[in-house]
DNA sequence: CTCTCCCGCCATTCA
DNA sequence: TGAATGGCGGGAGAG
């Protein structure tokens, strides 16, 4: 030490802090940081280092001075730094000669001696701000990796919350800030390329928005709510919740394949082994463009991720691939991977500087990995501040090289815009925003445009009313085949309706161009019993979105029920209409029925009245209906049916409600057909701290909720005639019934009967096929996902209960697991063996979320000659066996028994996640 | 070693 | 045409 001591000059040594030398005057080098290292030159260098240095930076100071009172409104370009080669002209070139001089700590606390000493306190802070950080902070073992501008000081995340700092969060209404570039790359004594990374995500959530060269405004986080609704909007029209689930499959699926040596043959089944180019398929994550690698545009589709994502969050690695739309990319040595991930941790550290993500660490079967988590405002419950306007202040702004908000620049936008106002002569009335406040910053050539489809919209926003020439030419139109103006709407799907679908018990029925709402009785919406699945927008403020993106938007009759269709995950469905928004109160009260159109290219009407749609429905003949879709239903309990409140009167029709969102041209993407979805559904809305009696109640009182998904196979492995159900049938906010059953259109006519806690009646009615599942080479299974102690019907008599015996061991296990259950009814435990890790992709949160799915494998199968091609079965031994009661009166064998384990994939820090809930899926014949 | 991500070259876009 | 932007990847700090 002592050598090195002798080293360093004594106005050096003077300038360190006590903290770094000892009393005996020595320095204490280990708490020197890099001086272990770097101190080892001669004096003369350093003093020659030092000498050049402080003469360059005071040079650079008093020009930085003299241009920051040029410019105070100028548009400037930047010094070229370059100009003056070997002769580093900014504090950062300085500093990196330096760093080869000597200790950067040693050299700061040189520098700032020399600039207390010679000026004084009243620098501007744009020429010290570093140096005064370095003085005010105290010399502690954490702060000491803060002295001088370290590579974490200069991280773009702090820089950005700089940044922040010099404007107001929320700025008053009218209120106009301007930026210059210059004037903040001075400020913050940061390059300019580094204030345009920052600016660029900033744009992306409309934090600020371009107006000028080198001129941006700022609007603060007024806009954001809007901003990320709209991107989850956008991301649910594109479907990308569904892409992504299906990635995170695939990646499941092969990690379990390098951990275990096999994949789960059901997700293969469903094609979460198939190719992902339809990630690069769609124009939002086409990277063909040098613009479709902005920064800005980067950001909000890495935004949208988390937004459509259950849970929100997702790692880079995942997020890299979605972007690049190559799920199979070498991530170690494909530079274009490499240089997404370095993007995306630049977006993810001023995303988190904006407190809209934060950093966790997820533990997956290979172990822990860092990811994301949203953090920002929760567009999913009421109280959002989303406003009907594009923007909260009244700027319909989205025009910009680096959003794809851009509804000017997205020819997709332009088209729908096109068509709208072919079909809709109107006079752009304006009504969006603030009177007072609507400021529009003109950048772009084309702003005529970006005012006119701001008219365009407002209009669409105020053509909600049942009149709208453009609802009523759609909804109108329910025959079957696509209206002109429907086949002239860019979009990527159409319309399919059915027509004549008829459901029982419905308490109203609303028809429009794409969307059928079936509505049953209203139940009291306990306010215990708020879901936390709430969506915040009204179904004006979604079309109005979709419409402003580039989605189609089918023009409802009634609005009162509009406000239950926003796609989204089906853990969203629970829809509680914040009272805040006008023109849908009714609806809050009364939702019934929630026909959740999740698949926006085949809006295609699904009854669980097979009688009804039957008929009218063709039979399918494989690929005569290349739609998939899923419906949702709700429908009320008999103790609900003599309360409707519903203001809407009762109508025995179903209203096909679906986004036209299919590209007539394109075929659409084939979607996975999985469990997954359902599994990953907080919509079993367990309640954290309700009881089993509240849950009781509501199920006795609340209405049931069934989801039915028809699809075609998104897999090439399978059949294309191959078609699939799905019900979710959510008996109360803790009991979920999935039944996946490969149906023909005409195969739901045999009901099957689920007995269910104490209701001692028919609780739930699901069409079963019979007899065709073979024929047609489908997979004759139906899953029924339970929670834990829900009861089934054992041989028509017995309640069966299905006690989960959980081991926490078995996340971290999951090849070799054993599983027991019985029947209070009966002597016959069963068991079985060889339970398969599943699926990790359904962790959500709150209590009772399903992320792993743990079912048996074929190894000891039992299922009966009509289980088909379904591998799975539980070892039932010589008990006998258990059955599903179908409506006819007779029973459906249970041919197999997983466990959804409790949710062990996703951890963050603080294991919230950690629930130990269990569901129990089974299995059985279909015939 | 991997993970992060700063840094600035230089291509592209803009005015 | 020069200035304004910003894509990109080398390479180094951090862990």
């Not at 030159?41 to 001075?65: C, F, G, H, Y």
């Not at 959002?384 to 997709?412: A, E, F, K, M």
Request: hydrophobic share 30%.
């Amino acid at each position: 030490m002592s050598q090195v001591d002798n080293l360093i000059p004594d106005h050096i040594k003077s300038s360190l802090s006590e903290a770094e030398v000892d009393s005996d005057g020595e320095i204490n080098m280990d708490r020197v940081p890099f001086a272990k290292n770097t101190i080892r030159m001669d004096l003369k260098q350093i003093d020659k280092s030092l000498k050049a240095m402080s003469a360059q930076q005071n040079k650079e100071n008093k020009r930085n001075m003299m241009e920051s009172d040029e410019n105070q409104n100028r548009t400037c370009t930047p010094v070229n730094e370059t100009e003056h080669p070997g002769q580093p002209l900014t504090p950062t070139a300085n500093l990196k000669v330096l760093f080869n001089a000597m200790s950067p700590e040693l050299r700061n606390r040189d520098e700032q001696k020399a600039q207390y000493s010679d000026e004084d306190n009243n620098v501007s802070l744009s020429q010290d701000y570093e140096f005064e950080t370095i003085i005010e902070v105290p010399i502690t073992a954490e702060a000491e990796n803060k002295f001088g501008p370290s590579r974490k000081e200069k991280s773009l995340g702090l820089l950005c919350q700089r940044f922040l700092t010099m404007y107001p969060e929320y700025p008053e209404k009218g209120e106009k800030i301007e930026i210059c570039l210059d004037e903040v790359a001075s400020e913050l004594q940061v390059e300019r390329r580094r204030i345009y990374d920052i600016v660029n995500v900033l744009e992306s959530v409309e934090i600020v928005s371009r107006v000028a060269k080198n001129r941006y405004a700022w609007h603060g986080k007024r806009n954001l709510g809007t901003t990320l609704a709209k991107l989850k909007a956008l991301g649910d029209s594109e479907r990308f919740g569904e892409q992504i689930q299906k990635l995170k499959d695939f990646e499941f699926n092969r990690e379990l394949e390098e951990q275990f040596g096999r994949s789960d043959p059901r997700l293969k089944a469903n094609g979460v082994d198939a190719d992902f180019s339809i990630f690069g398929e769609s124009s939002l994550f086409n990277q063909a463009l040098r613009k479709d690698k902005s920064l800005g545009i980067m950001s909000q589709k890495f935004l949208m991720l988390f937004l459509v994502s259950k849970p929100k969050t997702v790692n880079l690695d995942l997020s890299a691939k979605l972007l690049i739309g190559d799920a199979n990319i070498d991530r170690t040595e494909n530079a274009k991977f490499k240089t997404k991930i370095r993007r995306l941790y630049d977006i993810a550290n001023i995303l988190t500087s904006l407190n809209l993500i934060k950093k966790v660490h997820v533990t997956e079967i290979r172990g822990r990995k860092p990811a994301f988590k949203y953090i920002g405002p929760d567009i999913d419950v009421p109280g959002t501040d989303v406003q009907l306007t594009c923007c909260s202040d009244g700027c319909h702004r989205p025009s910009t090289r680096h959003s794809i908000l851009d509804c000017i620049q997205n020819n997709r936008v332009a088209k729908i815009i096109d068509a709208y106002k072919e079909s809709t002569p109107r006079s752009s009335s304006s009504s969006e925003g603030e009177g007072d406040d609507k400021v529009r910053f003109s950048r772009h050539s084309s702003f005529e445009t970006l005012c006119a489809v701001a008219s365009v919209e407002t209009n669409k926003l105020n053509s909600s009313a049942p009149n709208s020439p453009v609802k009523g030419d759609k909804a109108s139109d329910n025959k079957g085949a696509l209206s002109d103006s429907e086949a002239k709407l860019p979009t990527r799907g159409f319309v399919r309706r059915r027509p004549g679908l008829k459901v029982d018990d419905l308490s109203s029925v609303e028809k429009t161009a794409d969307a059928i709402i079936i509505k049953t009785r209203p139940q009291p919406v306990k306010p215990a019993m708020k879901q936390p699945t709430i969506i915040p927008l009204t179904k004006e403020q979604i079309d109005a979105v979709l419409r402003s993106l580039k989605v189609p938007v089918p023009v409802k009759k009634n609005q009162l029920t509009d406000a239950t269709t926003q796609s989204s995950p089906p853990v969203d469905d629970q829809m509680v209409m914040n009272e805040g928004y006008e023109g849908v109160t009714e609806v809050k009260e009364e939702q019934q029925v929630e026909m959740k159109e999740l698949n926006e290219k085949t809006p295609v009407v699904m009854s669980n009245t097979p009688e009804r749609i039957g008929p009218k429905r063709p039979a399918p003949t494989g690929d005569s209906i290349p739609l998939e879709k899923r419906v949702k239903l709700t429908f009320a309990s008999p103790s609900s049916l003599g309360d409707d409140k519903s203001p809407v009167p009762m109508n025995p029709e179903a209203v096909l409600r679906c986004k036209k969102t299919a590209d007539v041209v394109k075929p659409s993407p084939q979607r996975a057909l999985h469990l997954t979805p359902e599994f990953s559904n907080p919509k079993v809305s367990l309640v954290p701290g309700g009881d089993a009696s509240n849950m009781e109640t509501e199920e006795r009182s609340q209405g049931k909720k069934i989801e039915i998904v028809i699809s075609e196979s998104g897999s090439k492995l399978v059949s294309p005639v191959r078609r699939s159900v799905q019900e979710v049938v959510q008996l109360s906010n803790a009991q979920t019934i999935l039944i996946q059953s490969p149906i023909s259109t005409s195969a739901t006519k045999s009901p099957t009967v689920v007995h269910l806690g104490s209701q001692p009646t028919t609780i739930l009615q699901l069409p079963v096929q019979q007899g065709q599942q073979q024929r047609l080479g489908q997979m004759a299974t139906t899953t029924i996902t339970l929670p834990q102690g829900m009861q089934l019907l054992q041989n028509g008599q017995h309640l069966m209960q299905l006690p989960i015996s959980l081991n926490s061991s078995v996340p971290n296990s999951p090849r070799v697991i054993t599983y027991t259950f019985s029947s209070p009814q009966s002597s016959h435990p069963t068991s079985f063996t060889n339970a398969q890790l599943l699926s990790n992709q359904n962790s959500n949160k709150g209590v009772g979320n399903l992320s792993t799915l743990i079912r048996p494998v074929a190894s000891k199968a039992t299922a009966s000659p009509q289980a088909g091609s379904y591998n799975a079965a539980p070892s039932l031994g010589n008990q006998s066996p258990i059955y599903l009661r179908n409506s006819s009166g007779g029973f459906v064998p249970i041919s197999s028994v997983a466990v959804n384990v409790p949710k062990v994939i996703v951890a963050s820090s603080n294991h919230s996640h950690g629930d130990l809930s269990s569901s129990v899926l089974i299995t059985g014949d279909t015939s």
